[in-house]
């Protein structure tokens, strides 16, 4: 990064950071609605809802602390933006291990859905794991070079591969839902069950676009523009999407 675009580097991430709380306290809101609403539902369930929201806190918290180390810590030095800080790694990790859990959610609700056939959850579980893999890898090495230049050069692809495989698992997911609960529909006999399920088709396609499409949207910005931050702004808001929309 030998010149320094202020809107597309210190601006995006500034944005991204704004997003992200804004989505953090949307989920927030779901998370106390649905244990309102929901108080009979299993302990397991609940401790995996409040675990996932406990990431998602601890995200927000890498992301500020990202926000505050470029514009209060180091304010005004430009050539900072070249430094990957240990928020940002970590920001990736918590970003990953949330979006692994929500996978894991819904791989079991495959697995139940498709009563209990492991053809259709297994290979969610395997992408899953490899990006989660992927992830880890990627945040190890931003944390070894604090280079984004020097990182773009060597692991360009492996922060792609990343990204790529989260689009894959959300395609995958969701067209696994869709076949599992049109032959659920198929199935059943009374028209107010098929009015239900046209509605949990309608939800898992629209829900499993909007993730894929900011996916790819943060993928598309990294491969066109790895010269400024505009995707890592994009990257900020990836798991407030996936928690709040699934």
């Not at 929901?38 to 602390?65: E, M, N, Q, R």
């Not at 692991?155 to 990204?163: E, M, Q």
Request: charged letters at 10%.
């Amino acid at each position: 990064m030998a010149s320094v675009d202020i809107p597309k580097t210190f601006g995006a991430l500034l944005l991204g950071g704004l997003f992200s709380a804004v989505m953090s306290g949307v989920v927030a809101v779901q998370v106390v609605v649905y244990l309102r609403l929901y108080p009979s539902d299993s302990l397991h369930l609940k401790a995996l809802v409040l675990f996932a929201w406990s990431l998602d806190i601890c995200h927000t918290g890498f992301v500020w602390s990202t926000l505050w180390d470029y514009f209060v810590t180091y304010f005004g030095v430009r050539e900072r933006i070249n430094y990957i800080p240990w928020n940002v790694a970590l920001s990736i990790v918590f970003t990953a291990i949330l979006t692994f859990v929500v996978h894991c959610f819904f791989a079991h609700r495959i697995f139940l859905l498709s009563k209990r056939h492991w053809r259709f959850t297994i290979p969610v579980l395997v992408l899953a794991v490899l990006r989660l893999a992927s992830a880890c890898a990627t945040a190890g090495q931003m944390i070894r070079l604090h280079s984004f230049s020097l990182f773009n050069m060597q692991f360009r692809w492996l922060f792609t591969l990343g990204l790529a495989l989260s689009s894959g698992i959300d395609i995958l997911i969701t067209s696994c839902l869709l076949f599992l609960l049109q032959s659920s529909r198929a199935e059943a006999s009374s028209t107010g069950l098929n009015v239900v399920i046209d509605l949990l088709v309608r939800y898992a396609f629209e829900m499993g676009t909007l993730t894929c499409v900011g996916t790819v949207t943060s993928m598309l910005c990294y491969l066109a523009m790895g010269h400024n931050l505009i995707f890592l702004g994009l990257h900020f808001v990836i798991s407030k999407c996936l928690f709040a929309c699934k």
